[in-house]
């Protein structure tokens, strides 16, 4: 594992649309968001072997997109480097199983946005992301669901 600050360039640097197209019949080029929805991208998922983050092809095909997403993974990777090499093999693994315990935990409140295949909040504050506000944390693709209360949820959850 190298302590590389940058991601490798092997990123593309041209963007095309492919063939299927999401723009809207009367305005071509531009995107339908009514018909095609916002499509937020996935969230990382960590590896069986290792805590290194895969990423997934980002929603959107552009170029600097798919650069970011890298340079977050490349990121990730030099901290869980510099962990090792500071406190040894078993901080990167602690890391590593905090963040699958609470990526499969069966609870994750609505209100701390713990809906779907995201952890919400929990995940945001083990990967030291809680600071930032992404598209993924206020474009879910739950807009049309309606609120629920913590007390709502504890109720069902406990069977009262």
Do not use: C, N
């Amino acid at each position: 594992m190298s302590m590389r600050i940058i991601p490798a360039s092997s990123h593309s640097t041209t963007f095309s649309h492919g063939a299927k197209t999401t723009s809207a019949p009367s305005a071509p080029g531009v995107y339908d968001t009514l018909r095609q929805g916002l499509g937020p991208s996935q969230l990382p998922t960590t590896t069986s072997s290792s805590s290194a983050i895969e990423t997934p092809p980002p929603t959107s095909r552009h170029p600097l997109e798919a650069r970011l997403k890298s340079w977050e993974a490349t990121q990730e990777s030099a901290r869980m480097e510099m962990l090792r090499k500071t406190f040894g093999m078993a901080e990167p693994i602690r890391r590593g199983m905090e963040l699958k315990m609470v990526r499969e935990g069966s609870w994750r409140p609505l209100a701390l946005a713990g809906s779907g295949s995201a952890a919400g909040v929990h995940e945001d504050i083990l990967r030291g992301r809680d600071a930032y506000l992404d598209w993924e944390d206020v474009f879910t693709g739950e807009e049309q669901r309606g609120g629920v209360a913590v007390q709502d949820e504890m109720e069902r959850k406990l069977k009262i």
